[in-house]
């Protein structure tokens, strides 16, 4: 009798160690895309580069010969208060809108066109530290970036391409 309890006591506390370890699939929460080959249009930057690693991280290779072309404009940022105090901490909305168009290369139709990105955060920002702040708000933008380029994955996974 005490062999059992003592074996399903030993059997519990493995088992919450594997979950509590932080045991997952290899591939699970990876987006992937069904387009294997994309021509992207952009100028050079941070949500760019981003956009880029996503997509490769996809399993899609970027060409300049591919069939379908991504046109990324520009990514913008801004800032609202929410709250209204000047000094102490101060709760601040943070958003990223980037233009974007898919077009076939073969005619330059637009398989998406005029689209935007948007992804936005709420971050406490103090005024007492500006250099947390100011690193609260980069981390924030950084995660802005990887959720703009994500939903970008999922709208390319949604086209139909022949």
């Known amino acids: 009798m005490m062999r059992r309890t003592?074996?399903?006591?030993?059997?519990?506390?493995?088992?919450?160690?594997?979950?509590?370890?932080g045991f997952q699939l290899r591939g699970l929460n990876q987006p992937t895309l069904a387009i294997p080959e994309l021509n992207l249009n952009a100028n050079?930057?941070?949500?760019?580069?981003?956009?880029?690693?996503?997509?490769?991280?996809?399993?899609?290779?970027i060409s300049d010969t591919a069939d379908i072309r991504v046109n990324l404009g520009d990514e913008r940022i801004s800032e609202n208060r929410l709250t209204r105090s000047?000094?102490?901490?101060?709760?601040?909305?943070?958003?990223?809108?980037?233009?974007f168009s898919v077009q076939r290369d073969s005619d330059d139709a637009?398989?998406?066109?005029?689209?935007?990105?948007?992804?936005?955060?709420?971050?406490?920002?103090?005024?007492?530290?500006?250099?947390?702040?100011?690193?609260?708000?980069?981390?924030?933008?950084?995660?802005?970036?990887?959720d703009a380029a994500t939903q970008l994955i999922d709208r390319l996974d949604a086209l139909e391409t022949p």
């Open 6 to 21: 003592v074996l399903a006591g030993l059997m519990a506390v493995s088992l919450t160690a594997l979950a509590g370890c």
């Open 44 to 61: 050079v930057s941070p949500f760019s580069e981003e956009v880029r690693r996503s997509l490769e991280n996809a399993g899609t290779r």
């Open 86 to 99: 000047d000094s102490g901490s101060r709760e601040t909305e943070v958003t990223l809108t980037a233009p």
């Open 110 to 146: 637009y398989l998406l066109n005029q689209q935007q990105l948007e992804a936005s955060t709420t971050v406490l920002l103090s005024t007492d530290d500006i250099y947390s702040g100011e690193e609260v708000r980069t981390e924030a933008i950084r995660q802005l970036r990887r």
